[in-house]
């Protein structure tokens, strides 16, 4: 008979992690073996809530393996005096990593932003970046949260926000636009960053939570929380043709030996075989 491992998969949220301990608690009475795989960076969802604090230490020492997205997740979970932590990266939807040649333009003349249109994303930034350089068209796709419908009613002449599209839709604007932004303030391992590093992208984004890992100042740049100044900077500093390929190809590479299905399912099974000798 096969080992039986239960795989729980904890998005983080308050009420959420109840659910969890909850279930863990039960799995551990029963004698499962249990993976619990983290996603967000926990070093923001901990905080300083004692009773936080004590359900995930708890959590953890339930779970036989326990499965960050960051480094930062995996220092906090550290702090809690966990074991048995490893990093283990969300994976890019093959179907971004399909074989395309990719045409970079002289000068930068369209910035896309794909993910939820909320403040925390650095939406408010994003804007102000346009105001700053009237001359690039931004772009961005996913869907308005009502609370953040307000700031969004006076846009900029050049934004576009083209709301909630296909994965092929996705795919199509990415592969045409000259350079990825997301500013925003916490993140764990992002999938709208896979998807463009996927499409040869060059990036900008925050340094907070796995985005340094990710593009490792190779693939992109990486600028501080809600500064619209440096935003500009970074295109600016990106303008260079030359610049733009070498990090969109170097992501692009990077995908397909680290974000891949295949690669993250092969490190999945090496932790599932761990299991069996547990």
């Known amino acids: 008979k096969g080992t039986k491992v239960f ?7 308050k009420l959420g992690l109840f659910r969890d301990y909850l ?12 993976v619990l795989h983290f996603h967000c960076d926990l070093s923001k969802t901990i905080g300083k809530s004692k009773i936080r604090r004590m359900i995930l230490s708890k959590m953890c020492n339930f779970a036989s393996f326990n499965l960050v997205l960051n480094d930062a997740s ?10 048995n932590i490893q990093l283990m990266p969300n994976f890019v939807d093959d179907y971004y ?3 395309f040649e990719k045409d970079y333009s002289d000068k930068i ?3 896309i932003f794909v993910g939820r249109i909320v403040k925390e ?3 408010i930034e994003i804007l102000d970046t346009a105001r700053e350089n009237p001359q690039i068209l931004f772009t961005l796709i996913g869907p308005v949260e009502h609370d953040n419908e307000k700031f969004m009613d006076h846009v900029p002449n050049n934004v576009r926000c083209l709301g909630p599209k296909t994965k092929k839709e996705i795919r199509s604007a990415l592969r045409s636009s000259d350079v990825f932004l997301l500013p925003t303030y916490s993140e764990g391992l992002s999938i709208s960053i896979m998807e463009a590093m996927a499409s040869k992208m060059p990036i900008i984004t925050t340094d907070v ?11 992109g740049l990486l600028i501080p929380i809600k ?6 900077h970074a295109i600016m500093k990106m303008m260079d043709k030359k610049i733009r390929r070498n990090m969109g190809e170097w992501n692009n590479e990077k995908c397909k030996r680290e974000f891949s299905t295949e690669s993250v399912m092969k490190k999945l099974k090496m932790v599932y075989s761990k299991l069996a000798d547990f």
């Open 109 to 111: 003349a369209n910035v």
């Open 74 to 83: 995996k220092h906090a979970l550290e702090t809690l005096e966990c074991k």
């Open 227 to 232: 500064n619209s100044s440096e935003i500009s």
């Open 23 to 34: 279930c863990l608690k039960r799995i551990h009475k029963a004698k499962f073996k249990s």
């Open 7 to 13: 795989h729980l998969n904890s998005a983080c949220g």
């Open 209 to 219: 939570g796995g985005n340094r890992s990710m593009i490792e100042n190779k693939g």
């Open 97 to 99: 990593l399909e074989p």
């Open 121 to 123: 994303k650095g939406v």
